[in-house]
T-cell receptor, first 110, second 113 residues
Framework: QKEVEQDPGPLSVPEGAIVSLNCTYS??????FMWYRQYSRKGPELLMY????GNKEDGRFTAQVDKSSKYISLFIRDSQPSDSATYLC??????????FGTGTRLTIIP | GAVVSQHPSRVICKSGTSVKIECRSL??????MFWYRQFPKKSLMLMAT?????????EQGVEKDKFLINHASLTLSTLTVTSAHPEDSSFYIC?????????FGPGTRLTVL
């Protein structure tokens, strides 16, 4: 079993829709949870970072962590074509060494 | 935020040759840098942790004699893929950790013919 599982997609939604991206994990020692966005042939860029269960909101993005279920989500509201990218969840025990999900390729259709 | 650069951004080489990839931290001194590898449609996999002034720490399954890491200064780490083979073709990405965030370089795409 992989430590981090993420549906690779691809996922296509119309502009303006709410997008839900999810990851599950098996290592209960993970304490830090991140979502990265990666455009084609570029390095990942951090979108959201959290270390506690619950919701964290930043503009159109909401990160949700449920440690009891070992499940994290990223919600994107009012999705835009510029949101089209691959979204990677990542988590760590000591917030340095990251374990990534496989990434979900998202396309927002104008 | 921190800026991490990588050079070259893309390299094509013949099988059997060695390729050096540079990772520079432009805004912060980094005693530790990380090297990741990403195959198409796959996740980033940590290869090794580069430590300034000491030996790198390699992840299980990564050949240290094949992937040579040199972290000679607080702003520069290099990854040398020795005797590259087509299966080494991948996207290599470095990162630095600063405060609570890990900053990634733009990546180097290696193609071995």
């Amino acid at each position: 079993q992989k430590e981090v599982e993420q549906d690779p997609g691809p996922l296509s939604v119309p502009e303006g829709a709410i997008v839900s991206l999810n990851c599950t994990y098996s290592n209960s020692a993970f304490q830090y949870f991140m979502w990265y966005r990666q455009y084609s042939r570029k390095g990942p860029e951090l979108l959201m970072y959290t270390y506690s269960s619950g919701n964290k909101e930043d503009g159109r993005f909401t990160a949700q962590v449920d440690k009891s279920s070992k499940y994290i989500s990223l919600f994107i509201r009012d999705s835009q074509p510029s949101d089209s990218a691959t979204y990677l969840c990542a988590m760590s025990v000591g917030n340095e060494k990251l374990t990534f999900g496989t990434g979900t390729r998202l396309t927002i259709i104008p | 935020g921190a800026v991490v650069s990588q050079h070259p951004s893309r390299v094509i080489c013949k099988s059997g040759t060695s390729v050096k990839i540079e990772c520079r931290s432009l805004d912060f001194q980094a005693t530790t840098m990380f090297w990741y590898r990403q195959f198409p449609k796959k996740s980033l996999m940590l290869m090794a942790t580069s430590n300034e002034g000491s030996k790198a720490t390699y992840e299980q399954g990564v050949e240290k004699d094949k992937f040579l890491i040199n972290h000679a200064s607080l702003t520069l780490s290099t990854l040398t893929v020795t005797s590259a083979h087509p299966e080494d073709s991948s996207f290599y990405i470095c990162s630095i950790f600063h405060v609570d965030e890990q900053f990634f370089g733009p990546g180097t795409r290696l193609t071995v013919l």
